[in-house]
């Protein structure tokens, strides 16, 4: 025999309540998932721009460097002739133009991988969530569908019993009316058969007339075989 409504109920509160757990752990997980990932994208964009401020500052201390050769090198060459002076401090100046382009276009390099590569790890983290946030939403929907088909199956047996028990006391009622008419037409016989005024009946009438009594007494016919239907919830 199947659980009673009140116990049908609790397991589906029960149900309910795994539910809100499996919900609630999913959305900490997603704005933990969130959070990691934004950490990473800073930890990301901070490293490449201490990458760029270091190959910056590389590429001033080597230009610094080239121009204080250069500065040298016009300075012993000023006696030779002051063109070719300017000539070589003007290609030490291009050299060191060059070389700061080339570092700061690394450097831009490096923070829009790292931007891209952080953008993703958030994108893949979200995606993560909303997974997350389906599959509790599934879950729930599923334990409340089982819930209300138990809460349904548990009304029709309910009421299956109610018909089974109105059927069983309407039987017994008309069951008892039997026995009591039999009984009262094996009474009446029996009061018939003795002559008036008669008070003495000898003890061989007597048996015949409770023997009589038991043939008399018929069991109710085959159609009155009480028949309690059995409850099988649809599968």
Do not use: C
Request: glycine share 6%.
């Amino acid at each position: 025999m199947t659980d009673s409504p009140h116990s049908g109920s609790s397991g589906a509160a029960a149900a309910a309540e795994r539910v809100a757990a499996i919900v609630a752990a999913a959305e900490q997980a997603a704005e933990r998932m969130r959070q990691e990932a934004e950490q990473r994208m800073r930890d990301r964009i901070a490293e490449a721009d201490r990458a760029a401020d270091y190959r910056v500052t590389a590429a001033e201390d080597e230009a610094a460097e080239i121009v204080s050769m250069a500065q040298a090198e016009a300075a012993r060459l000023r006696e030779a002739g002051r063109s070719e002076a300017e000539q070589t401090r003007a290609a030490a100046e291009t050299d060191s133009r060059e070389l700061m382009e080339r570092a700061q276009a690394t450097a831009e390099q490096t923070v829009a991988e790292a931007s891209e590569s952080a953008a993703a790890t958030v994108d893949q983290a979200e995606q993560k969530a909303r997974d997350l946030l389906r599959d509790a939403r599934t879950a729930a929907s599923d334990v409340r569908t089982e819930g209300l088909e138990l809460v349904g199956n548990l009304r029709e047996m309910g009421d299956s019993l109610r018909s089974n028990a109105e059927r069983l006391l309407r039987d017994v009622q008309m069951i008892h009316s039997r026995m009591m008419a039999q009984v009262d037409r094996i009474d009446g016989g029996a009061g018939r058969s003795a002559p008036p005024g008669s008070s003495w009946s000898p003890p061989g009438g007597t048996r015949a007339g409770r023997g009589r009594g038991r043939a008399d007494f018929e069991p109710p016919p085959d159609d009155d075989v009480l028949d309690v239907p059995e409850f099988i919830p649809p599968g």
